[in-house]
């Protein structure tokens, strides 16, 4: 009665041994360590953006920025991420100049808006810091036309929110 005892105790211990390493193997501890099945932010560069279509994208934005009276600078970069056009709002802060450019050329560069970056590093991945031109803070979003990204908005001045109300309302004239 003993060893039977004992062989299904030992039974349930290997059966629960095996479950759990099986959990894990479904699904990784660290959720960094989980595979996609498609690649993200898979969008395909384009030709870069015109300046026509640059100055319409910002004066929408410095056009949402004054309904609401706040202070802005708002950059342009084309497909590769460099400065088509810029417009810096009376009374902007001065740092805003190179801020709203390195925020729209992380969102060109790594083809994701810079609100991912900011949710990033908030979570804890403080890996994106070591990453080539990441700036976690809201505000910059990439340019996509017919499929293809043509470039990148980046706004500061603001809170984040505000930036990226701005972005947005650059983004909404690219259609």
Request: proline share 4%; net charge positive.
């Amino acid at each position: 009665m003993k060893l039977q005892h004992a062989t299904a105790a030992a039974v349930a211990t290997l059966l629960l041994a095996c479950g759990t390493a099986s959990a894990q193997q479904q699904a990784p501890a660290n959720p960094l360590d989980a595979v996609p099945e498609k690649m993200p932010f898979d969008v395909p560069y384009g030709a870069p953006i015109s300046l026509d279509r640059a100055d319409a994208i910002l004066n929408a934005a410095i056009g949402e920025a004054r309904r609401r009276d706040w202070k802005l600078v708002c950059a342009v970069v084309d497909s590769g991420a460099q400065l088509v056009a810029l417009r810096r709002m009376d009374g902007a802060q001065l740092g805003s100049i190179d801020i709203s450019q390195h925020k729209a050329r992380a969102a060109a560069k790594y083809r994701r808006e810079t609100k991912v970056f900011e949710g990033g590093i908030q979570g804890g991945n403080t890996y994106l810091l070591t990453l080539d031109d990441i700036i976690g803070s809201r505000g910059g979003i990439p340019l996509v036309l017919d499929g293809r990204l043509i470039g990148a908005i980046g706004c500061s001045g603001g809170t984040g929110s505000q930036d990226e109300v701005a972005a947005k309302a650059g983004v909404a004239a690219l259609k």
